[in-house]
């Protein structure tokens, strides 16, 4: 393109990449380095900040309430991946076959991921209510004593999980699909020669050439679940008794009630840090489950 | 899958369907809800169809929380949104795909990165930075800070590599520029591509939370998902208020869903891709 130099091309590069470029510096990228140096201060946004390099880290790591924090994260973790992973890979499995109305269905458990998480957490804390809810009706019906779900520190975090879990499969199931509909059919053609059964094609071929699908599904669903948060905000607020404190509920809480924003700052590096090495741990660990094709 | 027995076609359906029903059942019992009277609320066994079906939590909402400035501020400020995102990860995908410059690659990686950090470690900084700007407490917090969106850079590069380039080389041989090579070649090409972003884009903003949380005070300025978390904290109870409320804020998502399907589906199966 003969026109497109000097200044002339200056301009059209800046006018193109800047309306981007300049929200991603101003918003994004300033706000994440300028963070590490706000975890180093004593600041609570009234007075001036004051240095205490490495302070705020040595007091995160060794609070009791963080260690429950991120204990409790890890618990729900636990509890929600191989659920929401486990429930989307047969989802998607049956699903993906021909079936009449298979688009209708797909919809259907896709509808909770579009549902904004307010709505969703409202709506579960309405049908595990210990008083009038549906689920422990359903329970009472086949003569099972419902516990009180959120309102009891032993199964408040259950509740939060069946909740994600429910919101979350129809997500994972998409990605299972695109991974299932990438297996080429002339592997179970010949499959089908050698006089497999439907199981063992299932077991042999689509479990194998899905491990890649289920490992990007499965670092999304793990990112995700280290920053559980609003589900526990609207549901539970923490409690009972402190049964669902996640460490991004104690970054908001310290930062916007307490007005410790160095604390704050520090907490959000540690659970990154911890994000950053399970997700490096899990591709590390690939090698031994995931296979790929060629 | 080669043949399958017919029994077996039907104990797939049949499990689909049953677990399909545990999908949808939440959504029909908050609709049931919002419909049915506080008297009747918690009486068993539970009526499905309300006995009688009862507006009087739709009344309320509408007298007694500013429920019409909800919805238009999520509309409002969901439209905005979308629209510089879509418009700015556009124009930097153009820049990325059709203009050559020094660091181009450097650059798309920076975007990329971004992309990895969750939202979550700059919460704070950005909260502050936000508060010398002056923009707490406003529609400006709620639009600037969101303007730009890796995600839609990183999608609409692809869609804009993946197109054709006879069609642009000949619109330059005619003397058209870049400008108007985006506008009336590029950008109507990629309608799925800019659809899908969109889609997302909207969902993200309408169905946000912690940033309004955390920036957003007067109930004037709510939007949606705030009111609704700041109603089932006021009315703690008042179920059939909450979910009328829940109810109303589900509808235009449900809408956009429906009718943009194709996209949604699309979009997560191409960031799956890239796995």
């Known amino acids: ?294 | 899958m080669g043949t399958e027995s017919k029994a077996a076609v039907w104990t797939r359906t049949i499990v689909i369907a049953a677990g399909g029903l545990v999908f949808l059942f939440p959504f029909v019992w908050m609709v049931s809800t919002s419909l049915t009277t506080a008297g009747e609320l918690f009486k068993l066994p539970p009526q499905l169809i309300p006995n009688p079906v009862d507006g009087a939590a739709y009344e309320r909402l509408f007298t007694e929380v500013p429920i019409v400035r909800w919805v238009l501020n999520s509309v409002g400020v969901s439209l905005a949104v979308t629209f510089l995102q879509v418009l700015s990860s556009a124009m930097a995908a153009y820049a990325f795909t059709r203009l050559t410059f020094r660091g181009r690659n450097a650059i798309f990686v920076l975007f990329l990165a971004t992309l990895m950090v969750p939202f979550q470690v700059m919460v704070v900084p950005l909260f502050i930075e936000l508060r010398y700007m002056g923009m707490l407490d406003s529609y400006w917090g709620l639009i600037i800070p969101e303007m730009a969106m890796p995600f839609g850079v990183f999608l609409l590069r692809q869609a804009f590599l993946g197109l054709p380039r006879e069609l642009e080389e000949a619109a330059f041989m005619d003397g058209a520029g870049h400008i108007r090579n985006f506008f009336t070649l590029v950008l109507p090409l990629s309608k799925p591509a800019i659809a899908t972003v969109a889609v997302f884009s909207f969902m993200g903003s309408w169905n946000n939370f912690l940033w309004p949380l955390i920036i957003i005070n007067s109930p004037d300025l709510m939007t949606l998902p705030l009111g609704l978390s700041s109603l089932s904290s006021r009315f703690v109870t008042d179920w059939n208020l909450v979910l009328a409320g829940a109810t109303i804020s589900v509808l235009p998502i449900v809408a956009v869903f429906l009718f943009a399907q194709r996209y949604v589906l699309q979009g997560v199966a191409m960031s799956g891709l890239k796995g």
């Open chain 1, 1 to 294: 393109m003969v026109g497109d130099r000097g200044w002339k091309k200056v301009g059209l590069v800046a006018l193109f990449l800047l309306p981007a470029l300049i929200p991603l510096l101003v918003f994004r990228i300033f706000p994440m380095l300028a963070s590490l140096w706000v975890s180093m201060t004593k600041w609570n946004l009234l007075r001036p900040p004051e240095y205490l390099g490495i302070e705020n880290y040595v007091e995160v790591l060794t609070d009791a309430k963080f260690h429950k924090a991120l204990l409790n994260t890890l618990y729900y973790m636990v509890g929600y991946l191989p659920l929401v992973l486990v429930g989307a890979i047969a989802i998607a499995v049956l699903l993906n076959s021909k079936l009449k109305g298979a688009t209708f269905f797909r919809g259907i458990y896709f509808l909770p991921v579009v549902t904004s998480w307010v709505v969703v957490a409202l709506l579960w804390k309405w049908l595990l209510s210990p008083q009038g809810g549906m689920v422990n009706y359903v329970l009472g019906l086949v003569g099972i004593d419902g516990p009180g779900w959120w309102t009891d520190p032993n199964w408040a975090m259950p509740s939060i999980i069946i909740a994600s879990v429910w919101k979350d499969l129809g997500f994972n199931m998409l990605i299972l699909l695109a991974g299932l509909q990438s297996i080429p059919d002339h592997l179970y053609e010949a499959a089908t020669i050698d006089g497999a059964t439907r199981w063992e094609k299932l077991r042999y071929v689509t479990l194998p050439l899905l491990t890649p699908s289920i490992l990007f599904a499965m670092i999304l669903a793990m990112i995700g679940a280290f920053q559980v948060f609003d589900q526990v905000w609207v549901m539970t607020e923490g409690g009972p008794a402190g049964a669902t404190t996640v460490v991004m509920e104690q970054v908001v809480k310290n930062a916007f009630k307490y007005g410790l924003m160095g604390e704050a700052s520090a907490m959000s590096w540690v659970l990154f840090a911890i994000i950053l090495l399970f997700t490096v741990f899990q591709l590390r660990f690939q090698k031994r489950w995931v296979h790929y094709g060629d």
